[in-house]
């Protein structure tokens, strides 16, 4: 036991003479750090026994080198491996990206050769089995690998975004022998983007578009605007949709001196308003700031205008259904209350009656009896119910495959879920995503 100790001590000791190093050492030093690739390794592998985190090396495009205490996905489904190349081509000498609202990876690239550190994933917060569910979905897990992916999930640590931060902080020091602030790293995509809505708002007032005589210049209107904006903050999905049906005929102030760049611009423009709407609903600020980054990323690697518009509709609509998903209606009966939590937590998973009634602390009969009673559907109704919302928003919103929605949604087959879909909604799954793509 002492010796174990001992020998964590004089592990972490070790860890720290390098930071002093790297901080106070003579060019000669640093110079033999950065071509000694086995010191480095060692730098990777003490950074992940302290920390926990997965550290890997990469020299140019092609992995080097894992450090993990976690048991690591294969590649084919790993999420560093997936977001490396984008974190790598964006040339920078210190990025981060973060995966599915929920996973932190960061890279460092030396400025000196072209080896890069890859941090992470990690956890920001722990996830639910939904939530795992959802990354099962997104990252198109073959069925046999779904359980190596669950334990790595699992085990991952989890860590506030700061100290992921602060980490990179750290590594780029270290690496590159270069102060980057906590400001500089996290603000920088928030800052350019709310450079653009400035920009776009300062052209729509100042900018003297010449007309041509007898042309009237008809900007969409302000109540237009609100009402999009408090659907959006209502969480009103329903009503968002009769709004986005209604646009008013006319166009935008000239915000910008191309098509494209206009339609970037004023895309930029309704996804930061949407998200203080968002917000004031109640989403979560790191959770609502992240979704902005992620869709303005989005937008400005766009090509054609067409995408612009998707991205915007599909933000908007995500953010309405997220705060729609916040205010769950609270029925009188305490355990009923408790049961429909459960469903909407856990949709994605397998339901009995009895875990619902394990959960709500009520035996079975008396449950069934007043969850009719509250909700006017039985128990299997009301999941089924959910079940299928959710497959509706995915044929809107994704190209999943039937069987893929299937899976995610814990359905027995495919056969079952298109009968259960078609029970509900009183048509198939492909007709109705075909019927809802007619319509927009």
Same mark, same amino acid.
């Given at each position: 036991m002492i010796l174990q100790i001992s020998g964590k001590?004089?592990?972490h000791c070790r860890f720290y003479c390098i930071i002093i190093a790297n901080l106070f050492s003579t060019s000669q030093i640093w110079r033999?750090?950065?071509e000694n690739f086995d010191l480095l390794c060692e730098m990777a592998k003490l950074l992940n026994d302290l920390s926990g985190l997965p550290v890997s090396i990469w020299r140019g495009t092609e992995h080097? $080198?894992?450090y993990s205490v976690? $048991?690591?996905p294969p590649p084919s489904i790993s999420p560093a491996y997936r977001y490396f190349l984008p974190l790598y081509e964006k040339n920078e000498p210190v990025t981060y990206e973060i995966a599915d609202d929920k996973l932190f990876i960061g890279l460092v690239r030396m400025q000196e050769e072209d080896l890069s550190l890859l941090l992470g994933p990690a $956890?920001?917060?722990?996830?639910?089995?939904s939530e795992v569910a959802k990354l099962i979905l997104n990252y198109d897990i073959p069925k046999e690998q779904e359980q190596v992916f669950r334990e790595f999930l699992f085990y991952a640590p989890v860590y506030h975004f700061h100290y992921c931060i602060q980490l990179l902080m750290y590594? &780029?020091?270290s690496v590159n022998r270069t102060l980057v602030t906590h400001r500089e790293l996290t603000l920088a995509k928030a800052e350019r983007a709310d450079k653009l809505v400035q920009e776009a708002f300062r052209e729509m007032f100042h900018h003297n578009e010449q007309l041509e005589y007898g042309e009237v210049l008809r900007h969409t209107t302000l109540e237009f605007e609100q009402k999009m904006l408090n659907c959006i903050r209502m969480g009103d999905k329903k009503a968002l949709e009769e709004v986005f049906n209604r646009v008013p005929i006319g166009r935008v102030g000239k915000v910008a001196p191309t098509s494209m760049r206009q339609a970037q611009n004023t895309g930029i423009v309704s996804i930061t308003l949407s998200v203080r709407a968002a917000i004031a609903g109640g989403l979560s600020q790191e959770i609502a700031f992240q979704l902005s980054d992620i869709a303005? &990323?989005?937008i400005e690697a766009c090509t054609s205008i067409n995408e612009v518009n998707l991205i915007v509709y599909r933000m908007l609509t995500n953010l309405t259904e997220r705060v729609s998903s916040l205010n769950t209606p609270v029925y009188s009966n305490p355990i009923v209350d408790r049961a429909i939590h459960y469903i909407d937590e856990h949709v994605c998973g397998k339901i009995s009656i009895d875990d619902l009634a394990e959960y709500a602390h009520a035996n079975r009969s008396y449950l069934s009896s007043k969850f009719k009673q509250e909700t006017g559907l039985s128990i299997m109704e009301y999941i089924n119910k959910k079940k299928i919302e959710e497959a509706q928003r995915l044929l809107r919103f994704s190209d999943k495959s039937l069987i893929a929605i299937s899976n995610y949604l814990s359905f027995s087959s495919q056969s079952h879920f298109q009968n259960t879909f078609k029970k509900v909604t009183? /048509? /198939?799954p492909v007709l109705w995503q075909k019927q809802w793509k007619s319509k927009n």
């Open positions: 001590v004089l592990h033999g750090l950065m080097v $080198r894992d976690v $048991r690591l $956890r920001l917060s722990s996830l639910s089995e590594l &780029q020091l303005i &990323q989005k009183g /048509t /198939t």
